[in-house]
């Protein structure tokens, strides 16, 4: 069975960190483009960081860019992304999830599609207060 399970998020105050864990099941992290996602109420999922198992390269939304690093340890099988100086615009569930197709393009926007996802991770609650 494959499966994506997520660990971390909470409660933090603007300007903190958080680091939210993606361990994977019955996939290969090093073979899937294994990709971040948040939804906030009210509002459609949106992509926010993507590892590319093809050039092994990341890619992030403008939202988050220079703030979250997505990252991964092959011997544990888990993909990680370290949130640093938050906003209370980030607030919103989290998803990993992951896509084994094979995917090769410049452009952020190419990774970071929900719907090209199949695998999705439970969802975690990131607030950050101000």
């Known amino acids: 069975e494959v499966r994506l399970v997520q660990s971390g998020g909470g409660l933090v105050q603007a300007g903190e960190s958080l680091r939210l864990s993606c361990a994977a099941s019955?996939?290969?992290?090093?073979?899937?483009?294994i990709g971040w996602f948040r939804q906030a109420p009210g509002k459609d999922r949106e992509g926010i960081a993507s590892?590319?198992?093809?050039?092994?390269?990341?890619y992030y939304a403008n939202s988050v860019k220079g703030r979250f690093t997505v990252s991964s340890d092959s011997a544990k099988n888990t993909v990680f992304l370290q949130m640093d100086d938050l906003k209370p615009e980030d607030t919103a569930v989290y998803f990993c999830?992951?896509?084994?197709?094979?995917?090769?393009?410049?452009?952020?926007?190419?990774?970071?599609?929900?719907?090209?996802?199949?695998?999705w991770g439970q969802g975690a609650q990131v607030t950050v207060s101000s």
């Open positions: 999830a992951a896509d084994d197709t094979l995917r090769i393009s410049p452009l952020a926007s190419d990774y970071l599609r929900p719907r090209d996802y199949r695998v």
């Open positions: 019955g996939l290969n992290v090093d073979e899937w483009n």
């Open positions: 590892l590319s198992s093809s050039n092994g390269r990341s």
